[in-house]
């Protein structure tokens, strides 16, 4: 799958400037940018904030300060079962 992205980076850190600082160092408008993670609140929330575009893989649990009340409702988003489900959105 990685040969459908231009850059592929885990992060440690997954703040809105965190991000925003990735995509400037990367030389990329926000809208070009797509983040799969498994956390809404730290994968997705803060690039759908800045103008990316995030896709959510849910994991069989979720650690308790990643949970949120919820849900997310934005043009930028989406919601897949498994990895290799992400390809028809890419291609």
Same mark, same amino acid.
């Given at each position: ?23 400037? @160092?990367?030389?990329? =408008? ?12 730290? %994968? *997705? $929330?803060?690039? /759908? ?17 990643? @949970?949120?009340?919820? =849900? ?12 290799? %489900? *992400? $390809?028809?959105? /890419?291609?």
């Amino acid at each position: 799958m990685g040969h459908y992205f231009h850059h592929i980076e885990v992060m440690s850190d997954k703040q809105e400037k965190d991000y925003s600082d990735l995509i400037k @160092r990367l030389e990329i =408008k926000p809208e070009e940018f797509f983040m799969i993670g498994n956390s809404l609140k730290s %994968d *997705v $929330l803060p690039v /759908l904030a800045i103008g990316g575009h995030a896709a959510h893989i849910p994991f069989h649990t979720t650690w308790a300060h990643e @949970r949120i009340d919820y =849900k997310v409702a934005h043009k930028n988003f989406s919601t897949f079962e498994k990895m290799t %489900d *992400v $390809l028809d959105k /890419l291609l």
